[in-house]
């Protein structure tokens, strides 16, 4: 245990083999590299189990209790994904461990505000965002923190053959997502929709289920791949007013994919993926806005070699590389 690290990640299986959870997404792991001898404390709570208890500021004790006797045991640093788990507890483990690197990350300015001063026990800080990094910037960390795109290992994303394209939009993400802008494009029955059926069924209380609506289930990562290369356009219907970097994983999932992406224009989403390759904008909540970016979109989307195009940006720009390899200098 004495050169192992503490990988806390609270949205991840708590399995001693990582790449077994459920066939995940590479882009869930934020850079990590899975190895037998490092301490994998792995909860798979809900992102709103998480925000809440962030918002409540509130510790998860079991967790702050095993990294507490891992790090006594001799394990030499904290990958801390999920910051709510063991935020507040900062301080108390850089005062026992002075000397163990701290990783984490933060994702918006507004969370420097609020959590500025522990997070300066941290040893180094990725941001999500630009902002959180000017936030921080602000609050003395320029030399502790750095702004990287999260991304993941593109490779994963290429398949030796191209399953053919069967439908116009996906619809997948449903946290802090206008609905009824879905459910208007559905009753135009001008495009099909893709969607998953816990997607369909919120669909469904803001409106009447339409015929030109598929359901599938997302079994694992591959299962994620198809949806997304089988459908011509990702339509993320964020509020205009959303705080967080909402569809953020969507997006990056989508443009790796090839898939295009139609997104509303002002969002929290570091302003490099937003305006990426394959990317269109709409005005939020404006639906006669949204369809005229969609026509563009699907067009875009049906075109093989404009796919390809998105897809190849997408793999320089969201190349996971460079998270890993501050990782392993900021964890030795």
Known sequence: ?????????????????????????????????DFQQNNLLCIKNSRIAIQLRYRLGGLDIP??????????KGAKAIYLV????????????????????????????DDVRKHHRKLKHATHIFCLTEDAKEALDYHGMEKKSSFHLWGAAPEAFVD???PKLEYDLNFLGLSRRDLTMINNLLESKS?????????AS???TTGQVQPNLSMHELHGFSALKRILK????TVIPIFSDDNQPSGYTNLVESLLCGTPVVIPKESLIPRRALYAKGVFHYEAGNYQSMKQTLTEAVKTGSDPD???????????LFNGKSIKDSLRNLLQ
């Not at 503490?6 to 459920?22: A, M």
């Not at 999920?82 to 990783?103: C, G, H, N, Q």
């Open 160 to 162: 030796q053959s191209e």
């Open 306 to 316: 404009a796919r390809q195009l998105i897809q190849e940006s997408a793999s320089t």
């Open 82 to 109: 999920t910051p709510p788990d063991i935020l507040a507890a900062l301080p108390f483990l850089r005062y026992r461990f002075p000397s163990k690197p701290i990783v984490t990350w933060v994702w918006t300015a």
């Open 230 to 233: 089988k459908s011509r356009v």
């Open 1 to 33: 245990m004495s050169n192992s690290i503490v990988y806390i990640n609270s949205t991840l299986q708590p399995w001693s083999d990582l790449y077994r959870d459920g066939d995940i997404c590479p882009l869930h792991y934020w850079g990590y590299s």
């Open 63 to 72: 967790v702050l209790w095993r990294t507490y006797q891992r790090l006594k």
């Open 202 to 204: 919120a669909l469904e």
């Open 191 to 199: 495009y099909s929709v893709v969607t998953t059926p816990k997607a």
